[in-house]
Structure formats: C-alpha cells, structure tokens
C-alpha cells in the first residue's frame, strides 16, 4: 500500500480542522476519514485525547469507517493503513493532520522513519490566542473549572520551577523548539504558515501551498472551523464529564439537539479575561526562545 505522504502537524486549535478539509477539496489530496489518527505518537496524553466510555476504535474500523471520526489513537499499522485503504490509487497524497504531531517529541523521527519524503506542513497562531482557545475547549469537554488566568498563572509557575510540560496550555504554545526538530529532519520538505497570512493576502497565501506541493493551481475555499465559545459553568461541564452523563447525551440525542443545549450553556464572547501582569510573563517565556531556521 502507498505510504502517506502529508502530514499538516499544526499546533492544536491553529486552524488544522478548516486547513485540513480545505486541503482535502483539491482532486490530488485525499484526507483520512479520521482526521486526527495520532498514529506516530507514542502517549497520547488525556488532556489531548479522552474518548467516550461507549467508544471501541476496533468496533469503529470493522462497522462504521469510512465514517468521519475527529481524533483517536490508532494502535497498529494495519489499522493505520485501513483509514487510507479509500484513498484512490492515483491520488498525489494521502493526508492526515494530527496535532500531536508537533508537541510530541517523539513524532518527527517516527514519521521520518516511515517515509523521509513525507511533506510536512506546520500550522501556527498567536500563542496567547491559541492558548485561550485550548482552553475554553477543555472547559467546554468538562476538562477544565479554573478560570484562564489561574490556569496560565499555573502553567507559569511549573515552568519558573523548572516542571515544563509539552501538552499544557503554555507548553503548547512554545512552538519554536518543535518546528526546528521538523525542520532538522525533514528540510526542504517543511513549510511553516500561520493562517492569519490568508486574511492579508489570500492569493500569496494558496500560492505558496500550491507551489511546495506542487500541485495544480485551485482555487481552495478556507472557511473558519471549530470556533471556540466561553462556557458559562466550567464546574457543570465538568460534571457532566466526570459523572459519564456527556457520553450518554452522545449516544442517545442527535448532534442538533446536543448544539444547542451547547450553545445555552456557553456563550460566543470571546473576551480574554487574563491580566495584564501574567499576559506579560506568558509573552515573555515565549519570546525567549530563537526563531527557528531552516539553515
């Protein structure tokens, strides 16, 4: 079977979703059906993956693929090979876009030992921004109670002692490090974007997708995905989470019905509720590392 050979490793809640499926509208790219395999990361942490109780991937892959599936974590290399098993056979690419991919340290080599022609392309955003929007996710899954600042100050204070963990709000914001491994193994075959280049210039921005894959011109769509939303009682996400009373919700309501009791227990203000004094240490980290090079 033909290897996959684009990876789109955004940082998590960079914009993969829409960057993704508007990747998957051109005729030489097919995408997996499970959009986020993870098949290259060795521990997925739960703050990154934490499936539902009535979730079986085995019994996903035997009755329900080719289904769409966001995220899991593919186990084998047969199972892996199955959600590319649709792609058609003169197809450019076979895709997937795991955000794992970036922050786990692991991952580059992994990939580079499956197939070192593999393209890769990192997707970024402003860390404070990507950070604030991780975070009203894990509130809205029922994973987070504290408020952004405490959660901020936290991931401070871990790091100054010298407790930096890759997989917290911080720690995945911290881009320079990662991109860098990419660029080590990988060379020529990385290209590093950030989406806020398609709002300035639309037409330099798909071209230069257009020109690292080599592919014909097309006129991609980009439509936002995925858009965070303030949750109003973090405390009562967390407790449908913990109590398994989300899982059924899951099971028993259809997915319009679960939107909008979503959208009465959130709101879209998106206001950054973080002080002035923590933003500036936050900035501060994050500046201090090196810009990555290519050389």
Same mark, same amino acid.
């Given at each position: 079977?033909? #290897?996959?050979?684009?990876?789109?490793?955004?940082?998590?809640?960079?914009?993969?979703?829409?960057?993704?499926?508007?990747?998957?509208?051109?005729?030489?790219?097919?995408?997996?059906?499970?959009?986020?395999?993870?098949?290259?990361?060795?521990?997925?942490?739960?703050?990154?993956?934490?499936?539902?109780?009535?979730?079986?991937?085995?019994?996903?892959?035997?009755? #329900?693929?080719?289904?769409?599936?966001?995220?899991?974590?593919?186990?084998?290399?047969?199972?892996?090979? #199955? @959600?590319? *098993?649709?792609?058609?056979?003169?197809?450019?690419?076979?895709?997937?876009?795991?955000?794992?991919? +970036?922050?786990?340290?692991?991952?580059?080599?992994? @990939?580079?030992?499956?197939?070192?022609?593999?393209?890769?392309?990192?997707?970024?955003?402003?860390?404070?921004?990507?950070?604030?929007?991780?975070?009203?996710?894990?509130?809205?899954?029922?994973?987070?109670?504290?408020?952004?600042?405490?959660?901020?100050?936290?991931?401070?204070?871990?790091?100054?002692?010298?407790?930096?963990?890759?997989?917290?709000?911080?720690?995945?914001?911290?881009?320079?490090?990662?991109?860098?491994?990419?660029?080590?193994?990988?060379?020529?075959?990385?290209?590093?974007?950030? +989406?806020?280049?398609?709002?300035?210039?639309?037409?330099?921005?798909?071209?230069?997708?257009?020109?690292?894959?080599? @592919?014909?011109?097309?006129?991609?769509?980009?439509?936002?995905?995925?858009? *965070?939303?303030?949750? #109003?009682?973090?405390?009562?996400?967390?407790? +449908?989470?913990?109590?398994?009373?989300?899982?059924?919700?899951?099971?028993?309501?259809?997915?319009?019905?679960?939107?909008?009791?979503?959208?009465?227990?959130?709101?879209?203000?998106?206001?950054?509720?973080?002080?002035?004094?923590?933003?500036?240490?936050?900035?501060?980290?994050?500046?201090?590392?090196?810009?990555? *090079?290519?050389?």
């Amino acid at each position: 079977m033909k #290897k996959v050979n684009l990876f789109v490793v955004g940082a998590m809640k960079a914009g993969t979703t829409a960057f993704t499926e508007m990747l998957a509208q051109h005729p030489d790219i097919y995408f997996s059906p499970v959009k986020e395999p993870h098949y290259f990361v060795k521990d997925l942490p739960q703050s990154m993956y934490s499936p539902s109780r009535f979730f079986s991937l085995e019994k996903y892959l035997d009755e #329900k693929f080719p289904e769409p599936l966001h995220i899991t974590h593919i186990q084998t290399l047969d199972q892996y090979e #199955k @959600i590319f *098993s649709k792609a058609p056979d003169n197809v450019k690419y076979r895709a997937e876009g795991s955000t794992g991919y +970036l922050h786990a340290p692991e991952s580059a080599k992994i @990939i580079y030992d499956y197939n070192p022609n593999a393209k890769i392309i990192i997707l970024t955003r402003d860390p404070l921004k990507r950070a604030y929007s991780h975070y009203q996710m894990n509130a809205g899954l029922g994973r987070e109670t504290r408020s952004f600042e405490e959660a901020i100050s936290q991931d401070i204070k871990d790091y100054q002692a010298g407790k930096r963990d890759q997989w917290n709000y911080l720690g995945m914001s911290i881009y320079q490090e990662n991109i860098q491994r990419f660029l080590n193994i990988f060379g020529e075959n990385v290209l590093v974007i950030d +989406l806020r280049e398609n709002k300035e210039n639309p037409t330099i921005f798909l071209d230069k997708i257009n020109r690292f894959l080599q @592919i014909q011109t097309y006129d991609f769509n980009l439509e936002r995905k995925n858009e *965070s939303r303030n949750i #109003k009682n973090p405390k009562l996400q967390n407790f +449908l989470f913990q109590s398994g009373v989300r899982d059924i919700a899951r099971q028993i309501l259809p997915n319009s019905l679960r939107q909008k009791l979503f959208e009465k227990l959130s709101t879209s203000k998106q206001t950054l509720e973080i002080s002035e004094k923590t933003q500036n240490e936050f900035n501060k980290i994050i500046q201090s590392y090196p810009k990555e *090079s290519s050389d």
